[in-house]
Nanobody, 121 residues
Framework: QVQLVESGGGLVQAGGSLRLSCVAS????????MAWYRQAPGKQRELVAT???????YYADSVKGRFTISRDNTKNTVYLQMNSLRPEDTAVYYC???????????????WGQGTQVTVSS
């Protein structure tokens, strides 16, 4: 059984900062890529940022220069530092991971339950 649990969301004023965390737990053998997605009301879920196991990162154009993704492999944790937040960043933010468990032969994709980020103008 694998769980991804996000934390750190909340309400912040425009220009402020938040740091999201996502901890993966369970019978995890190894985690490959980890990522953050977001979904605003009435919109499709979109990719925000990804990070490989060795730290190669990718960012959506809308967050480049403002958000930073990082991870701690020893803690099976991924972070998203969000600075200079804008009202359009308001969304539910989801953690995603490609991982193998001790009983799986292939990588499987898992999602967290999401954490709400609201940016007021």
């Amino acid at each position: 059984q694998v769980q991804l649990v996000e934390s750190g969301g909340g309400l912040v004023q425009a220009g402020g900062s938040l740091r999201l965390s996502c901890v993966a737990s369970g019978s995890i053998f190894i985690i490959n890529a980890m990522a953050w997605y977001r979904q605003a009301p009435g919109k499709q879920r979109e990719l925000v940022a990804t990070i490989t196991r060795i730290g190669i990162t990718y960012y959506a154009d809308s967050v480049k220069g403002r958000f930073t993704i990082s991870r701690d492999n020893t803690k099976n944790t991924v972070y998203l530092q969000m600075n200079s937040l804008r009202p359009e960043d308001t969304a539910v933010y989801y953690c995603n991971a490609d991982l193998r468990t001790y009983i799986s032969y292939t990588y499987e994709n898992y999602w967290g339950q999401g954490t709400q980020v609201t940016v007021s103008s």
